[in-house]
T-cell receptor
Framework: AQSVTQPDIHITVSEGASLELRCNYS??????LFWYVQSPGQGLQLLLK??????LVQGIKGFEAEFKRSQSSFNLRKPSVHWSDAAEYFC???????????FGKGTMLLVSP | NAGVTQTPKFQVLKTGQSMTLQCAQD?????MSWYRQDPGMGLRLIHY???????DQGEVPNGYNVSRSTTEDFPLRLLSAAPSQTSVYFC??????????????FGQGTRLTVV
C-alpha cells in the first residue's frame, strides 16, 4: 500500500534560519509528489509539485523541493524562514492510474524570534 | 473561476443527526474525492469517484455515504452523526483522466463538530 512518512511532527526554526522538512514515500512506481501548506483554520495551499524532469522544483513563497529517487524522498527546503511560514506542512504522493493522493501526517513548523 | 466549492464552511450537529456536506466543481474534472483531516493524522480518504455513477470506498468510509449523479457534484452524507466524526472535511477534484496526472484541487473545507 502507498504510504508517506513525515518523520518530524514538530520543528522549531529561528526566523532567518534555513529549513528542511523531510518526506519519504513507500511505493516503487514513478511518483507524483506534492507539498501543501495549511495555516491555522485555513484550507490547503499547494506549495509545489513534482511530475517529471528536473528533480529540483521551485514553488511559491521561496520554497523548493528535491526529488531523490534513490532515497524515495522529496524534502522541502527554504533558505531563510519568515515568521509567516509558521504553519502545518503536508507531503502527498500520487500515481498515474490512481485517482487520489496519499498524505503524510504533517509537520508543524514553529518559527521563533 | 470558482474551482471547488464546499458548503457549509462550519456546522455543529447533535449526535444521531444526519446531514449532507456539499461539494461542487466547475472544472469538468472526472475525479472527485472526500478526505477528513484530524490532528496528527494528516488527510485520510473517505470516498472517491472516477466519474458520474461510479463511487468507491477509501481508507475510512464507515458512517458516510456518497453518490455522484453529475460530473459537477459529489455530496457526502453523514447518516447518523457521532462525536468521532468531528473533523475538517475536504473535497477535491482531479483532471487525472484528462491529464494523466493525479493533481488535486481542494475546496476550503467544512469544519464539523458533533456534540
Amino acid at each position: 500500500a502507498q504510504s508517506v512518512t513525515q518523520p518530524d511532527i514538530h520543528i522549531t526554526v529561528s526566523e532567518g534560519a534555513s529549513l528542511e522538512l523531510r518526506c519519504n514515500y513507500s511505493y516503487g512506481a514513478t511518483p507524483y509528489l506534492f507539498w501543501y501548506v495549511q495555516s491555522p483554520g485555513q484550507g490547503l495551499q499547494l506549495l509545489l509539485k513534482y511530475f517529471s524532469g528536473d528533480t529540483l522544483v521551485q514553488g511559491i513563497k521561496g520554497f523548493e523541493a528535491e526529488f531523490k529517487r534513490s532515497q524515495s524522498s522529496f524534502n522541502l527546503r527554504k533558505p531563510s524562514v519568515h515568521w509567516s511560514d509558521a504553519a502545518e506542512y503536508f507531503c502527498a504522493v500520487g500515481y498515474s492510474g490512481y485517482s487520489t493522493l496519499t498524505f503524510g501526517k504533517g509537520t508543524m513548523l514553529l518559527v521563533s524570534p | 473561476n470558482a474551482g471547488v466549492t464546499q458548503t457549509p464552511k462550519f456546522q455543529v450537529l447533535k449526535t444521531g443527526q444526519s446531514m449532507t456536506l456539499q461539494c461542487a466543481q466547475d472544472m469538468n474534472h472526472e475525479y472527485m474525492s472526500w478526505y477528513r483531516q484530524d490532528p496528527g493524522m494528516g488527510l485520510r480518504l473517505i470516498h472517491y469517484s472516477v466519474g458520474a455513477g461510479i463511487t468507491d470506498q477509501g481508507e475510512v468510509p464507515n458512517g458516510y455515504n456518497v453518490s455522484r449523479s453529475t460530473t459537477e457534484d459529489f455530496p457526502l452524507r453523514l447518516l447518523s452523526a457521532a462525536p468521532s466524526q468531528t473533523s475538517v472535511y475536504f473535497c477535491a477534484s482531479s483532471p487525472h483522466r484528462q491529464s494523466g496526472r493525479p493533481e488535486a484541487f481542494f475546496g476550503q473545507g467544512t469544519r464539523l463538530t458533533v456534540v
